[in-house]
């Protein structure tokens, strides 16, 4: 599967769960400490439009980073992740709620890939003060939406991310990892566990050995 097929199936089931929440539903606690379901749309959303504006940001060389490599700079300190929720929920408490967002994000996924189909997977782009290929960039995007597609659905009776791209995931954490990840963890749970989002037990930090001291790989 290339990336931008990769990317336009990961978002199209996100952004089809996403229509189908109840505005009930966006006050339900997601997998994002201190997100509700609402927030975390609205960061979708701005995901989303990021992802707009990098594949219209044509960059010169060479890239500065890779599908992989572009984490390692995502490690958010506590203080950081309090007052971006912070500024979300009180962003997402003047929208017009989930429909309004729902169909808001519908478009940017639809544009993303439109403007996915007009690049080179070898074209340079600029995103977040990086430099990248527009294949690494589509591959940022859709782990990304995986990983929040499993926080959506924490606590909601919907479907997952498909397996592909918790498989892209698996792939980006092994990248950071150095090495494979318990094989006894299914992709769901290298995303949660490789994330932060689901603590290790005993008998992981046993399988990973000094590596568990490199956990989360990413927040």
Known sequence: M????LLGSTSAALSAVVSGLTPEEGWAPSGCSGWAVLDLTLHLVD??????????TPAGGPATSDAVAYWRSWQPSAEQDADVA??????????????ELAAVY??????????????RPDDLVRTQGHVLRVDDLLSTLA???????????A???????APEALAEVRRVLEGLC?????????????ARRGTGREPLTDADRAA????AARFPLFG
């Open 47 to 56: 995901d989303a439009r990021r992802g707009l504006v990098a594949l219209a």
């Open 155 to 161: 606590r909601l009776d919907r479907p997952g991310p």
């Open 178 to 190: 150095g090495g494979p990840l318990p094989t006894g963890w299914d992709d769901a749970t290298a």
């Open 106 to 119: 519908a478009e940017l996924v639809a544009a993303v890939g439109v403007s996915a189909g007009r690049v």
């Open 208 to 211: 990973l050995g000094e590596t």
């Open 2 to 5: 290339t990336s931008p097929e």
């Open 86 to 99: 912070w500024r979300t929920r009180v962003r997402a408490s003047v929208t017009g709620g989930l429909p």
């Open 143 to 153: 782990v990304e939406a995986a990983v929040h597609h499993l926080d959506l659905v």
